[in-house]
């Protein structure tokens, strides 16, 4: 079992940048594939990005690439989620998630969810 606690949300005027960060517990990280999803106000829950358990596989949804970078520290047991040219419609809770059924693109493809981080743009 792994648990997980995101950070790093917060006001950002539009066109700016942040960073996420999840934090994962147990030793057992370097076998989870990692995802980030966010829910807007009224939303579903979309997917963002994932990375497989080894880094070696990246996805993003088509509006975020390009825009948006997932990494992963395997030593600190940290995923990242690089924000760039921030946009009104990127405000959201943003989820980070872990499985180890392989990385997946949809929430039902995650096992253990964190408690979410409020990123906020400002126009």
């Known amino acids: 079992q792994v648990h997980v606690v995101e950070s790093g949300g917060g006001l950002v005027q539009a066109g700016g940048s942040l960073r996420l960060s999840c934090a994962a517990s147990g030793r057992t990280f370097t076998s989870y594939a990692m995802g980030w999803f966010r829910q807007g106000p009224g939303k579903e829950r979309e997917f963002v990005a994932a990375i497989s358990s080894s880094g070696a596989t990246k996805y993003y949804a088509d509006s975020m690439k390009g825009r948006f970078t997932i990494s992963r520290d395997n030593v600190n047991y940290t995923v990242y989620l690089q924000m760039n040219s921030l946009k009104l419609e990127d405000a959201a809770v943003y989820y980070c998630?872990?499985?180890?059924?392989?990385?997946?693109?949809?929430?039902?493809?995650?096992?253990?969810w964190g408690q979410g981080t409020q990123v906020t743009v400002s126009s």
């Open positions: 998630a872990a499985t180890q059924r392989g990385v997946a693109r949809t929430p039902t493809g995650y096992d253990y």
